[in-house]
């Protein structure tokens, strides 16, 4: 995918990635594959059932969390794509999105401290001033601080507008912050000297909603001018949740405030603002962004490796005979060789291969973006990657649920019990589907604000870009050029659908339906990438090549066809769920 497919190799005639070629990725990538297997994934199983243990005073993890999360830092791994000015390696993020899929197969539970520490570090370098970045950032990517971004509380969830968490100016500059958050992962633990929070507060004169939130640094310990680790900030938990899966991240209910400790002498959090007054939300959306393609690529990893597992287990797996066998004696066969269990594994590597190519497509967007040779590029990858972002967490998220549940079917009676992992990664990921927005939410941010608040102009946009992989299937002929036409005639229903909704002049009636239009739209946008890679494979042959061609006819034959009855709905302007009252459940 990366260099047969989306070239990564010319990446280096831009001067941000001048410095890198195949080899630095290839040594990149073996250096990830090897640290995930040698260091992640041997305590994938006890990090699930050894879940983090908080005592009333500390929370307690299992030790080879503290020791895997050590060799990545050590490894230099968390400053893969910065700048070289803050001592970053300036890898393509979609090289490095390659990377770090290798952890998230290995052990999501313990990866996420990292990747939530990097995601954290992204928005100081971005909107903290100097000395914020060099008291919070720097000890971050250095390994010894971790980061986590602090968002919901108890009766607001995703309505991030209804946060009461407040800042109170102090005579220092500081603010102290009071208020209970929910649902933080990696929010309290033992490892590293500190804990950077990102937390989501209003100031005394703040304007309602959204309008009035602000973001601050609000570290577990002090941190002194020059860098010295000071006394216990006051933050304390509550408690902490106890997941269905991804259980190696500490999730927890945080208390900033709270009188537990008394920094200075008082009570209340001491915290940082960052940059203006009332942004908060949009800078943390810098956050949110990376990590919901973050949640993307976590679910993608989650599905395929709990794909791989049941590959090999139905290639070891003997039961049954062949239909029509006329020896009962005869040996049996791996269950392989019967055709559903084929299809639940073709329906796996469908989604799982599907996904990962829709991930790696939006780093390289990432790429190209930051490294847009005019406004024009620019501006155009970045509309094509916004449209793209709800897509590339929801539909991972949704389908990676279902080839996990395949995974489970083809083990059998051995699938649900805990003498195999497919049960637990199923569990962690039917986590993805909330993580960073829910379903509902990423259907809304897709029709309402992605398509139909910019007009159209970002669809339109898209369904040019599918029309160029359009023209070279067709030039290919044969089976790719039918795929192409399958494809465009989905694309071409998808637009009439847009206008139509965009005509019902009534918002709600407009909007009751997006979760149909976001999964109609993400089976079309991976039937996009089927093709893509269905092109880049061209005449090549042998078993890998012949793999994505039958993957990739699965898909074109029995999944996009779904997108027609899901678009006849939207194209009706149902208002079944509009109807229903709450007395009649």
């Known amino acids: 995918m990366l260099f047969e497919w989306l070239d990564v190799e010319q990446l280096a005639e831009r001067p941000r990635f001048a410095e890198h070629d195949r080899e630095t990725y290839d040594a990149l990538l073996a250096l990830c594959e090897q640290l995930a297997t040698e260091h992640f994934a041997p305590h994938y199983r006890r990090s699930d059932t050894e879940e983090p243990v908080f005592d009333g005073e500390k929370v307690r993890l299992i030790p080879e969390i503290a020791t895997a999360l050590e060799a990545f830092a050590k490894a230099d791994l968390l400053t893969l794509t910065l700048d070289e000015e803050v001592g970053g390696q300036q890898v393509p993020h979609v090289v490095a999105s390659a990377c770090m899929a290798w ?8 990866a996420a401290y990292s990747f939530l520490t990097v995601a954290n570090a992204g928005l100081l370098l971005a909107h903290g001033t100097p000395e914020q970045v060099e008291r919070f950032v720097t000890p971050m990517l250095e390994g010894r601080f971790f980061g986590t971004m602090t968002l919901s509380e108890p009766h607001a969830g995703s309505s991030l507008g209804d946060v009461v968490t407040r800042a109170v100016p102090a005579d220092d500059g500081t603010y102290r912050i009071f208020g209970s958050k929910m649902w933080i ?6 490892m590293g000297d500190n804990i950077v929070h990102l937390v989501l507060a209003k100031l005394p004169d703040a304007a309602p909603g959204t309008r009035g939130i602000s973001l601050f640094v609000v570290p577990k310990h002090l941190v002194g001018e020059d860098g010295s680790i000071g006394e216990r900030n006051d933050v304390a938990l509550a408690g902490i949740n106890h997941k269905l899966g ?12 709270g009188g537990a400790f008394t920094p200075g002498g008082a009570a209340g959090a001491v915290g940082h603002l960052v940059g203006e007054p009332g942004k908060g939300l949009s800078y943390m959306f810098h956050m949110m962004n990376a990590a919901r393609l973050g949640v993307g690529m976590s679910a993608t990893t989650t599905a395929y490796t709990a794909y791989l597992k049941a590959l090999e287990y139905a290639r070891s797996r003997p039961q049954g005979r062949r239909l029509g066998a006329a020896d009962p004696s005869a040996p049996q066969v791996p269950i392989i060789e019967h055709a559903d269990v084929r299809r639940m594994l073709l329906a796996q590597k469908s989604y799982v291969e599907g996904a990962l190519a829709l991930n790696l497509y939006c780093s390289r967007l990432l790429d190209v973006q930051a490294t847009a040779r005019d406004e024009e590029e620019r501006t155009g990858t970045g509309r094509l990657l916004d449209l793209l972002t709800p897509i590339a967490k929801s539909w991972p998220s949704q389908w990676g649920q279902e080839s996990n ?7 059998g009676g051995s699938g649900y019990t805990r003498d195999y992992d497919v049960e637990a990664h199923w569990r962690d990921q039917r986590l993805n589907p909330i993580h960073e927005g829910t379903h509902g939410i990423q259907a809304l941010d897709l029709l309402g604000r992605k398509v139909l608040g910019g007009g159209g102009a970002s669809l339109v946009a898209l369904a040019a870009r599918i029309g160029e992989t359009v023209a070279r299937a067709r030039d290919l002929g044969g089976e790719p050029a039918a795929h192409a036409d399958a494809l465009q ?3 071409d229903r998808l637009g009439e659908v847009t206008l139509a909704l965009a005509g019902l002049g009534d918002p709600e009636r407009t909007m009751a339906n997006a979760t149909v239009y976001l999964e109609a739209a993400g089976h079309v946008v991976v039937a996009w990438m089927w093709l893509e890679q269905l092109v880049a494979v061209g005449d090549r042959t042998g078993d890998f090549y012949d793999g994505k061609r039958a993957a990739a006819r699965y898909f074109f034959r029995w999944e996009l066809p779904k997108v027609g009855p899901m678009l006849d709905l939207l194209a009706s302007g149902d208002t079944t769920t509009l109807e229903m009252r709450d007395a009649w459940f």
């Open 405 to 411: 549940s395949l995974a489970i079917q083809v083990l």
């Open 246 to 257: 991804s259980r190696g991240t500490v999730n927890t209910a945080p208390v900033f405030g």
């Open 489 to 491: 005639s989905a694309v």
């Open 185 to 190: 992962s990696g929010g309290d633990h033992e």
């Open 103 to 110: 952890f998230t197969a290995a052990n999501i539970g313990t």
